[in-house]
């Protein structure tokens, strides 16, 4: 029988729901790798714990990588947690739905239409 590693003690910053703007969601939706990031997540939705990093993949650095992920975070888009030395990503999608109702889904429909129409992930 296995057993999930505890969560770890190292927090991450995360803006309160009333923190988050709207102008900082669009930002983070506007970059092509950060929104492959969002729509990997929301495939993954049905999963409890969510993703890691590793299993997101994105054809940049590491440090590109990290960069992406933490303005994903910052601006209110995605939760990040440490399970054992695995940081866990999942959507805010309550936060979001709540925020700006149907924004999230709106965006995902376009970016699957459009990676439909032009052969990208």
């Known amino acids: 029988m296995t057993t999930a590693a ?17 102008e900082g969601v669009l930002h983070a939706l506007s970059d092509p790798m950060r929104l492959r990031v969002v729509r990997q ?18 054809p940049v650095t590491k440090s590109t990588s990290t960069h992406h992920f933490r303005v994903l975070r910052e601006s209110g888009v995605i939760q990040q ?13 309550d936060d979001l739905d709540a ?6 889904d709106s965006v995902l429909a376009a970016a699957r239409t459009q990676a439909e129409r032009t052969g990208t992930p």
């Open 81 to 93: 947690i440490y399970r054992g030395t695995a940081k866990l990503n999942g959507l805010r999608r």
């Open 6 to 22: 505890p969560i770890s003690s190292r927090a991450l910053d995360h803006p309160a729901r009333t923190e988050i703007r709207l």
């Open 41 to 58: 997540l929301a495939r993954d939705e049905a999963g409890l714990d969510g993703l890691s990093c590793s299993q997101i993949d994105l």
């Open 99 to 104: 925020l700006f109702p149907g924004l999230l």
